[in-house]
Antibody, heavy 115, light 109 residues
Framework: EVQLVESGGGLVKPGGSLRLSCAAS????????MNWVRQAPGKGLEWVSS????????YYADSVKGRFTISRDNAKNSLYLQMNSLRAEDTAVYYC????????WGQGTLVTVSS | QSVLTQPPSVSAAPGQKVTISCSGS????????VSWYQQLPGTAPKLLIY???KRPSGIPDRFSGSKSGTSATLGITGLQTGDEADYYC??????????FGGGTKLTVL
């Protein structure tokens, strides 16, 4: 069974940093691209970043470019999102999702940016 | 405001059919595959349709997708109360970013 489990969310002050993790199981992690998608409270889905299977290709939304860094460790079956210079508008549930079609999603982890 | 335009809400009675539209441009829908996601209240999104009209394993054939030019449509037949959810279209853009529509809330009356 495919499982994606996000962790690392929490309350952080504006300007602070947080590192999200997504632990994958039930499939060959190293064969698939991965994505981070977020959803602000009461709002729609917003794509954040994508990374190819071998980390050769990385893409970011303009809203997070230069502040967020996506990475993966295929040996540990894990996806990461390093978030720096956090702003109030980054408050959201962050989901990891597998491959281009986003066929599998995790349950999400809540990030709250507030003083 | 999303680049992909969806109606904010649609409604229909149980057993009826509903369609949800997603309008984009040649830089996104016009030249890329479209996916559709269902998000039930308080849960993570779930893939319903990929590559414009393909259904993942386990998705009933009551759900269908189509694309024409720069627009895509999700169709749901035999509406059930359990279909009440938010629905999102998604696709890649030529700017190498993923786009989602603003979402459509389906109410089954």
């Amino acid at each position: 069974e495919v499982q994606l489990v996000e962790s690392g969310g929490g309350l952080v002050k504006p300007g602070g940093s947080l590192r999200l993790s997504c632990a994958a199981s039930g499939f060959t992690f190293s064969s698939y691209s991965m994505n981070w998608v977020r959803q602000a409270p009461g709002k729609g889905l917003e794509w954040v970043s994508s990374i190819s299977s071998s980390s050769s290709y990385i893409y970011y939304a303009d809203s997070v470019k230069g502040r967020f860094t996506i990475s993966r460790d295929n040996a540990k079956n894990s996806l990461y999102l390093q978030m720096n210079s956090l702003r109030a508008e980054d408050t959201a549930v962050y989901y990891c999702a597998r491959n281009v079609e986003m066929i599998y999603w995790g349950q999400g982890t809540l990030v709250t940016v507030s003083s | 405001q999303s680049v992909l335009t969806q109606p904010p809400s649609v409604s229909a009675a149980p057993g009826q059919k509903v369609t949800i539209s997603c309008s984009g441009s040649s830089s996104n829908i016009g030249n890329n595959y479209v996916s559709w996601y269902q998000q039930l209240p308080g849960t993570a999104p779930k893939l319903l349709i990929y590559d414009n009209n393909k259904r993942p394993s386990g998705i009933p054939d009551r759900f269908s997708g189509s694309k024409s030019g720069t627009s895509a449509t999700l169709g749901i037949t035999g509406l059930q109360t359990g279909d009440e959810a938010d629905y999102y279209c998604g696709t890649w853009d030529s700017s190498l970013s993923v786009l989602f529509g603003g979402g459509t809330k389906l109410t089954v009356l």
